[in-house]
């Protein structure tokens, strides 16, 4: 008895189909985990056969996915910028528009040989990690108002070789910041409200109080650096551009690759 991988697939997908955006290729992942197997093994012994036990395991992970649950916390894991993140749900599941970010801030960091930099929420260490491992003269502080977060962030520094470089920012001690990046939480609780599919995420790190722009006034209250370099929500809010208008620097917005607003660049 016991059913082949195909089938198993076939199953998978047809279990997903109206839960996940993309119900194939999350079957393949999630099956990649329960068996650890790579996907070119999996398509390369479509009639294995396997017995009850993985099966039902399978299943166990499929019904998590299906109530919406990120593939990212079931896996433990999420890519960026082409590194391994371990990823819990005691942090953000890292988004490709923050590659985005970090890409520009890559870039500009080499023409401009910034070395000192602060990410302030720090999360599972995505934006910090991925400055040390780009530029190798970068050293990066880090705040996070969760332990859980600066945990996780200083695991994947160790995993990924650059924790010599990340400090957790000592708050007794003042610091000066050429670079103070920041991804903040900055949904209001409406927008969370409304999205059911952000619920298993933490709250913390999405929503920046009731108009969702309480991290960027702590930020300006607490820092001077050269440049400001933060992920802002779409549309650019009003009430944004009233607390940037007001900081007395210039600044740029810049779109993601979908169009919508996302980066804001202050100097
Ligand atoms: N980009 C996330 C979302 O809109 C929000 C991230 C954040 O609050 N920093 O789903």
């Avoid at 549309?235 to 779109?255: A, W």
Wanted: proline share 4%.
């Amino acid at each position: 008895m016991g059913f082949d991988l195909r089938e198993i697939l076939n199953f998978g997908t047809a279990y997903l189909e109206g839960k996940s955006l993309s119900p194939r290729l999350d079957a393949e992942i999630l099956l990649s985990f329960v068996l650890s197997k790579d996907k070119i093994w999996i398509y390369s012994n479509f009639d294995f056969k396997l017995d009850d036990k993985w099966i039902k395991k399978y299943q166990e992970i499929l019904n998590k996915r299906s109530q919406g649950m990120p593939i990212s916390y079931i896996i433990g894991e999420k890519e960026f910028m082409g590194l391994d993140f371990k990823i819990t749900d005691k942090v953000l599941v890292p988004r490709p528009e923050t590659e985005e970010l970090v890409e520009k801030l890559i870039y500009d960091s080499r023409k401009h040989e910034w070395k000192k930099f602060l990410d302030f929420g720090s999360g599972s260490g995505v934006i910090a990690i991925s400055l040390a491992k780009f530029l190798p003269h970068a050293k990066v502080w880090v705040v996070d108002e969760s332990k859980d977060a600066l945990d996780i962030t200083m695991e994947n520094a160790k995993k990924l070789g650059v924790a010599e470089r990340i400090y957790v920012m000592d708050k007794t001690k003042a610091e000066e910041f050429e670079i103070v990046v920041s991804n903040p939480p900055y949904l209001t609780k409406k927008e969370w409200e409304d999205s059911r599919d952000l619920h298993f995420e933490p709250y913390e790190a999405l929503v920046g109080g009731k108009d969702g722009n309480d991290f960027y006034r702590k930020i300006f209250a607490t820092y001077k650096p050269k440049r400001f370099y933060f992920e802002i929500a779409h549309p650019f809010r009003k009430s944004l551009k009233e607390i940037f208008d007001n900081s007395g620097m210039r600044y740029e917005i810049i779109k993601d690759i979908s169009g919508r607003d996302r980066i804001a660049i202050l100097w």
